[in-house]
């Protein structure tokens, strides 16, 4: 969900858990604005005038072979937290294996009747709401999908989530106190509650559960695989005091534990109950808490934080964006989930079938791609308001406030997740970019501490909120992941225009092309962000119905 930015927090968490010898936590979607990052000059591209800011140690040139390639992702959102030594919820399960979570529902009280008024004593029905939506089969009492058969859904089979209810906690400090804590930027509250759960300890049915227990360490990295909370506030008005507001709004972070809780590292959502009845008055709506369990295995939002419009890149529509609808392409190939086509011939003819059931994408590379996400390249999935997508294509999810736009049609989306070098100063927390990994890198380097004695780690470069990007220069705009419309812009930071997307002005139906014009929007420099030319791709599609899209690709 969406927060107001925490970058000066977010700074100095940065510092003092470098200190401590662990890796970055950080609120998602929150990336490097405000740190110092130069530009860089490079080469000019033969075909252009187009100058990148950074080199990426390509030659720039179009690759050609033979045939197109079907691949497994080399590295995924898991190796990259790995890595930098940061907790991160395993993405991928084996048949008989299952990631274990538990949800502790917090009850607070209050001596102060404005606090206490707003907060509830959960109930049998509400516990067994939780349950439903965490847990729950599709069935006639639910909205839409529990998080654990909607991750089932997207990951094609590949995410086994199971999660354990605990007892309610009841904490020692009371709301009030919890919120001053948490303030307008801070996550001090949570942290100070998770300490104080695991010094007392957790129960399911009033037994002790050891959270250090290996059945909550599936993957045998020393982190534990994850913990939700759910505080007992169920008055939206009061949580949604204004976007900035810490009255329990969800958000995911990083607990590092230390003295005798060193051993207690993992990933957390946190939200209030309320999100719950967002689009359903049992109590029993998803949305919020798969968006943030999205989070906890690593994908980042993909609205903007900068406000300067409705919607940002992705117009609203995806579940890293708005919280509705289908994982797209990028977010389930940068989790292993899916295995796409690489296209390297210049000329081909391709069906993709129905993205939400099959998991079928086209990869148009650029001249940096090292087999994974993290490389930049277009990405191509045939979207249907089918599967995932089908009940937000007919309902408009939170009080009618959120897109409805699904449609039949073929999404192009443009990816730059290209992973950088990042230097972070230990005394001043500011941060800079040197290179980009080596294309050919068969793993993500480990975090270190360089001569300098500053921490260098490599991360994700490009950010949907444009102020958290390097500064590139005032004429580039990249994103991490963008939705490259038929027939409009979709958003530009600081012009207000933002887009509900995915409607049949977005997505490119039967006898419709690719080419020139889209180019001239989305490329204006005939190039990728990198240099690669891009001029000369026409994508045409053929043919269009329910089990398929057929299209013939020129580059």
Known sequence: MKKSSKNTIFLIIFILILILGISL???????????????????????????PPLEDGTNREVEYRDENEKIDARFTYQDLNEANN?????SKTSQNE???ILVVPVEFSDSDDSYKKRLINFDEQELNAIEASFNGEINGNTYWESVSSYYDETSYGNLNLNFEITDVYHPLMEASRFLSLEGDDSIRGSHNLISEMLTRGLTIDNEPVDLLDSRYDINNDDFIDGMWIIYNCKDEKFVNNGLGTTHFWAYTTNYNGSGDLRNYNFRYANCALSFLYDGNHNGQDAHTLIHETGHMLGLDDYYSYDYDAEFGYMGGVDMMDANIGDHSAFSKFSLGWIEPTVMYQNETTITLKPFQESGDALIIPSSYFNDSAFSEYLILEYQTPTGLNEKDSKTRY???RYPLAYSYGLA??????RLALH??????????????LDENSQNIPKIKQNTSGNVEEYLVANSNTNSFNPDYGDEYEFALVKLVSKQRLIYRPGTGIGE??????????????FGEEQLDIYFP????NNGTPINSLRIEVNEMNENGINLTINR
């Open 98 to 100: 299952e990631v274990n």
């Open 398 to 400: 939170h009080n009618n």
């Open 423 to 436: 230097e972070v100063e230990i005394d001043t927390g500011m941060a800079s970019i040197d290179k980009y």
């Open 25 to 51: 936590i950080f609120v998602f979607g929150f990336n490097y604005g405000g740190w110092n990052i130069p530009t860089f000059g490079g080469n000019t591209n033969n075909n252009t005038n187009y100058v």
């Open 86 to 90: 940061a907790p991160i919820t395993p």
């Open 500 to 513: 509900e997307a995915k409607t049949n002005a977005d997505l490119y139906q039967e006898f419709d092309s």
């Open 412 to 417: 192009i989306y443009h990816v730059d997740a």
């Open 525 to 528: 420099d005939g190039c990728f």
